[in-house]
């Protein structure tokens, strides 16, 4: 009886550090960037809670992992924001992604014919509906039907994109990637236009971290009826109102 224990305790440490070591499934094996660090831990015992870690953080949001094998940091969870994907470089025993798999709201896509790839049903979690979009070189977005759904109950809609978006208490829907994403609140797309702007005049604010306080600062100016924000990435004017 003693070995079969210790065999099944085996078992299990193996299947917990191969977990560890394999990380999210948004996660990328054996490559960083060469972007500047914004900080760093040790005894960071695996990618999950390194993620957790950058995700309490308000100036981080993606990570790279090192196991216990990594030289000459171990365990040890490296902290970035916004890395540009045009610097990624390889590294040994580390695994690199966003602070979370998923950047998700409440509101459903149109399953337009044009937009739908599949139907899967008996999906009875977000993140599963969401990785598998994520495998799917054709998704770009994902929308899972909570058992609350009073039509599309446990499934997940893979997606070539998003449109028509409308509110929901019983669907979460989120894109495939969350590189390089801005996780917004829950009111976010519903009023807001995702890669558009409009020709015409404007006035401009730089600095601004965040579209609802470009939102804010329109909102208290008596001539503005209407705001377009550029993310940390853009250019040539990053977080630009």
């Known amino acids: 009886r003693s070995t079969v224990i210790v065999d099944q305790l085996h078992l ?30 040790p005894s960071v015992e695996n990618p999950y809670e390194c993620q957790q870690i950058c995700s309490d953080s308000t100036a981080c949001d993606s990570v790279t992992w090192y196991d ?14 916004a ?26 896509c149109s399953l337009d014919i ?13 993140i599963v509906c969401s ?25 997940c809609a893979l997606l070539k994109g998003c449109l028509e978006r409308t509110a929901s208490t019983t669907c979460i829907s ?27 005049d404007i006035k401009g604010v730089a600095n601004v971290s965040s579209p609802y306080i470009c939102q804010s600062l329109c909102n208290d100016d008596p001539f503005c009826s209407s705001f377009t924000w550029f993310n940390s990435l853009a250019l040539p004017f990053p977080n630009f109102c």
């Open 83 to 108: 890395p540009d994907p045009n610097k990624e470089i390889p590294c040994t025993n580390c695994t690199s992604g966003p602070e979370s798999c998923t950047c998700s709201g409440g509101y459903m």
């Open 12 to 41: 299990v440490f193996l299947i917990s550090t191969t977990l560890a070591a394999s990380g999210p499934f948004c996660f990328s094996p054996e490559v960083t960037w060469s972007s500047p660090v914004v900080g760093g831990l």
């Open 68 to 81: 216990e094998h990594a030289h000459p940091h171990s365990n040890y969870c490296e902290m970035f924001l």
């Open 131 to 155: 990785e598998l979009c994520y495998k799917n070189s054709d998704c770009m977005y994902y929308s899972w039907y909570t058992s609350n759904s009073p039509s599309l109950k446990d499934t």
């Open 174 to 200: 989120g894109p495939s990637n969350c590189m390089d994403t801005d996780i917004l609140d829950s009111e976010f797309p519903l009023c807001f236009f995702i890669d558009s702007t409009w020709n015409e």
């Open 114 to 126: 044009n937009q739908l790839i599949d139907l899967v049903f008996s999906i009875s979690s977000e």
